[in-house]
């Protein structure tokens, strides 16, 4: 953050003029496209880094940059000042950082190189990021991208040596006609000698959460075309950001407590189940079961609605080295090919890697690196959506005899389908998910999955819970608040033992209006300890 090179790197890989930047200047900038492939060029000088104050006793940071964009006539030739406070943060930060582009998914073979002198005879890699979704601000916040766009971030080689002039070149495979570009900070924390932390982002110009608020610079431009574009923009004055350590390694991952509803408020509308077999691997290993309601990557009807399911083996804190125990690795598997409610059995297909962290009973995050040809990777924030019942951040917890009930239930007759019901006694409600089909769905690939949603008030004892059903449409994968969900029908629960119930439903509008019926649930896995019938 300190050197601000961020900006000089944006402008060059979008075509803008020069500009100085409390320590860069960005001149003889050129673009263009031959057959299939996009590169720029441009002269890079650095000069100095710009001022940030650490004070160690509020455990801050302080950055003061100053900008000059160009020379000459107004607009160009002004001077901006940016003041960005770093919260939980306190210590020198380093010169080179990196700019954040915005391009179409279908773009790709994103490279570039920054060599030493005018010519630039003898070049170094540049660091590329790309196919992402979302980036971690700080510790609340992500960078999402827009529907069909992916995030880059290009970062220079660290340690480069000052004052001195370079030559930087950058490159992808494909043509656009717009491109968006923000400056951000890179500020890693967290990590140990056998653990990698997290790295945030947080955006200096300009001031945004979310792609869709950076206007498009349009390829190719000239020079003033696109400086007038970001002198348009506002760069952050006064803005703090957050980047406390994620807390890791303290939370017994080993316990049936952390089963349940987890989701990101900033992308309400989609969320994550969890069930944690405890020590069914072995002991002091639990199984990790979970499923993921989402979207597809653009906005749309029922056709884009998207599931998958994830599991792992997750390790209590005491059976890993220091500083582990709260990471649990999984496999991201997705179905397709089913029928609403009927057969055929469908199988999971193993489309991605992931990695579950839990922070305490009540906050975590997910990251994902889809292998699918997608090329989705990121990571959300999650939190409880229903109270905490029997979790314990060490120690052994009590179990409860309703929250017991709570799991992965499904009819062995349409395997590959199914729901996860949470009971909650301490938020007195009833929350499941319904993984299924479209009644048309079996030659429908992703677009034939379907999922709904079951809401019902519970109160201690109760064994047949009645609440209402509801469908989710319009939503976009890992972004943004999606629409308020549509009630569609009905739906009771009724729980005979602790490994058999029932779930009534009459769906009434929707996708699958007036289709109704009862289905005969067995449990996955094993009964939670403390469950009663």
Not at 169 to 194: D, L, M, P, R, Y
Not at 317 to 328: D, F, I, L, R
Request: hydrophobic share 35%; proline share 7%.
């Amino acid at each position: 953050m300190n050197g601000f090179l961020k900006r000089c790197l944006a402008v060059a890989a979008v075509c803008a003029g020069c500009g100085a930047l409390n320590g860069c200047l960005i001149t003889n900038v050129s673009t263009g496209t031959s057959g299939n492939l996009t590169t720029a060029t441009a002269t890079v000088a650095l000069q100095g880094p710009a001022p940030c104050t650490v004070n160690a006793v509020a455990n801050s940071t302080e950055c003061k940059p100053v900008m000059t964009v160009g020379s000459g006539v107004p607009p160009l030739g002004q001077t901006y000042n940016f003041d960005i406070t770093l919260l939980s943060y306190a210590s020198a930060l380093p010169l080179y950082d990196p700019v954040i582009l915005q391009v179409p998914t279908s773009m790709s073979n994103f490279a570039g190189s920054i060599a030493a002198g005018p010519t630039g005879t003898t070049g170094m890699p540049l660091v590329v990021q790309a196919g992402l979704q979302t980036i971690p601000i700080d510790a609340s916040t992500n960078l999402v991208a827009e529907p069909g766009m992916q995030l880059v971030i290009v970062d220079l080689p660290a340690n480069l040596p000052y004052p001195a002039t370079y030559t930087l070149n950058f490159q992808f495979s494909g043509t656009t006609n717009t491109i968006k570009a923000i400056f951000t900070g890179k500020v890693s924390v967290g990590g140990t000698a056998e653990k990698a932390g997290v790295t945030y982002y947080p955006p200096i110009f300009p001031c945004v959460t979310s792609m869709a608020q950076v206007p498009a610079i349009a390829l190719p431009a000239s020079a003033v075309s696109v400086l007038q574009v970001l002198l348009s923009q506002h760069g952050c004055v006064g803005k703090q950001y957050d980047l406390s350590v994620p807390v890791t390694g303290t939370i017994n991952v080993n316990q049936q407590g952390l089963t349940g509803s987890w989701y990101n408020p900033a992308t309400d509308g989609q969320g994550i189940e969890l069930e944690f077999f405890a020590d069914a691997v072995a002991p002091g290993t639990a199984y990790l079961q979970g499923a993921w309601f989402t979207y597809d990557v653009t906005a749309g009807g029922a056709d884009h609605q998207r599931w998958y399911t994830f599991s792992g083996n997750a390790k209590t804190a005491a059976s890993e080295k220091a500083g582990g125990g709260a990471a649990v690795p999984v496999t991201i598997y997705q179905n397709t090919g089913g029928t609403f409610g009927a057969p055929p059995v469908t199988s999971a297909v193993a489309v991605g890697t992931g990695t579950l962290t839990i922070n305490d009973c009540t906050s975590g995050s997910f990251s994902y690196n889809f292998t699918d040809g997608s090329g989705r990777s990121g990571s959300t924030p999650l939190t409880r959506l229903t109270q905490n019942v029997t979790c314990v951040t060490s120690g052994v917890s009590t179990p409860n005899a309703d929250f017991g009930l709570t799991g992965n239930w499904y009819d062995p007759a349409t395997s590959g389908q199914g729901f996860v019901i949470e009971v909650n006694p301490t938020s007195h409600a009833m929350f499941f998910t319904w993984y299924t089909y479209a009644a048309n769905g079996q030659g429908s690939g992703a677009s034939g999955q379907r999922w709904y949603t079951g809401q019902g008030t519970f109160t201690a004892g109760m064994r047949s819970i009645s609440g209402k059903l509801y469908e989710s449409t319009g939503g976009v994968f890992n972004q943004g608040a999606a629409p308020p969900a549509v009630e569609v029908g009905t739906a009771t629960v009724t729980f005979a033992s602790c490994s058999a119930a029932t779930l009534s439903y009459s769906f009434t509008s929707g996708s699958n209006a007036g289709h109704s019926g009862a289905i005969a649930l067995s449990r996955v896995g094993p009964t939670p300890a403390g469950c009663s019938p």
